[in-house]
């Protein structure tokens, strides 16, 4: 019996979180070759060495690409997609897959995109069709998704975008939040373990903050925001405030620099540069509301029936459930915002757009089942 040469790559913390349930599954199943590439901030000492995530997790680590994750200026991030090219190129050559799984919208993951389509090797994306105006990662979701074979998407909104972009209706799959399916299976740490974690006193009350950069917008316009927006928060509310390190993105080193000072000098403020996937999702259930511009907080944070104070224009264009208030960074009306919240009582009329289906077991049957081909055809309505 031939089995199926899947490669996956994971290029970070959060498409691994992501991924998690996918590669288990596929690890088990008696029809699959896997090999598991890591790339990206998971080999970088300054984001956590997050592939020891992976190891922990009993994963075998295939093959390793480094790139110069640490350079993330315009040019530097350039320099990154290129050679990501090259070395990606080089290792499909070699190791002549079947299939390349990859999921949403990393610059290392476009990297291996390209190379996949150079290499004649078809591509399976997850978490294609969906909008987030204020940043590249849109462009770059798409152009995945224009390279890849058969897609994965979270909701039927994001299925019927692929739809309009020419991509074949059969080769469209609704499979539901990825994320959502790994929370339901991790096994989160106890409470002792998350507060000796997060560095507070037990049974503490505390919000989280996850904010990336805003990659359309230039360094001083970012440096602004995160200052103003931890401005607001130490004067607004009175709760330990735990911070995680935002993705390696351009301009992201000023954040994190900035964010390790302040958070020095403030005892409530906590930041941690990598809380892994088991506590990440402990500290998402456990903490009393989210402020940032993350993906989890649209996606996973109304699931767990949590408020978001989504700030800027990062994650605009995604669906969004009425837990959610989008916020431009103004100082005074983050405040409001702040003080305003309140716990929900009554939870009988919140929308949920990203469901919990069982996603990597479609995923896996999919693959299987389906030929998969490199030629592709504009789908024209």
């Known amino acids: 019996m031939n089995k199926l040469k899947l490669a996956v790559i994971t290029g970070s913390r959060a498409d691994y979180g992501l991924l998690r349930n996918t590669i288990k599954k596929a690890q088990l199943h008696k029809k699959i070759n896997l090999s598991l590439i890591v790339t990206g901030t998971h080999l970088s000492r300054k984001f956590g060495y997050s592939f020891r ?67 004649k090797i078809p591509v399976a994306h997850i978490h294609g069709g969906e909008i987030t105006r204020g940043t590249m990662d849109e462009k770059i979701r798409h152009m995945i998704s224009k390279i890849s074979s058969i897609h994965f998407t979270a909701t039927s909104l994001a299925k019927k975008r692929l739809h309009q972009m020419g991509e074949n209706p059969n080769n469209v799959y609704n499979v539901g939040a990825p994320g959502i399916e790994n929370f339901k299976n991790t096994n989160l740490p106890n409470k002792i373990e998350l507060y000796k974690k997060i560095k507070i006193p037990i049974n503490s009350s505390f919000v989280l903050f996850c904010y990336h950069p805003n990659t359309l917008e230039g360094s001083k316009k970012n440096l602004k925001e995160i200052k103003i927006i931890c401005d607001a928060i130490k004067n607004c509310i009175n709760k330990y405030c735990i911070i995680t390190s935002p993705n390696s993105d351009a301009n992201s080193n000023l954040i994190i620099n900035f964010l390790k000072k302040f958070s020095k000098s403030q ?14 999702f402990a500290t998402l259930k456990k ?41 431009v960074i103004d100082k005074d009306k983050i405040c409001f915002a702040l003080k305003k919240i309140k716990k929900i009582k009554n939870y009988k009329n919140i929308t949920i757009y990203y469901k ?12 299987l089942k389906k030929k998969i081909n490199i030629k592709k055809i504009f789908y024209d309505f």
Do not use: W
Request: with cysteine; glycine share 6%; charged share 25%.
């Open 53 to 119: 995530d992976i190891k922990k997790d009993k994963f075998k680590i295939h093959h390793k690409i480094y790139l110069n994750i640490n350079q993330n200026s315009d040019i530097g991030i350039s320099n990154q997609v290129a050679s990501g090219i090259k070395l990606f190129s080089e290792l499909f050559k070699k190791k002549k897959f079947d299939l390349i799984l990859l999921l949403g919208d990393r610059y290392e993951i476009l990297s291996s995109a390209i190379a996949s389509m150079i290499m």
């Open 267 to 280: 005892k409530k403020f906590k930041f941690i540069k990598n809380l892994g996937t088991n506590y990440y």
């Open 287 to 327: 903490c009393d509301f989210i402020i940032g511009n993350s993906s989890s907080g649209i996606i996973e944070a109304p699931y767990l029936k949590k408020q978001v104070l989504n700030l800027g224009d990062r994650q605009q264009g995604r669906e969004m459930s009425n837990l959610i208030t989008n916020m």
């Open 356 to 367: 919990y289906k069982k996603t990597s077991d479609i995923i896996i049957k999919t693959i």
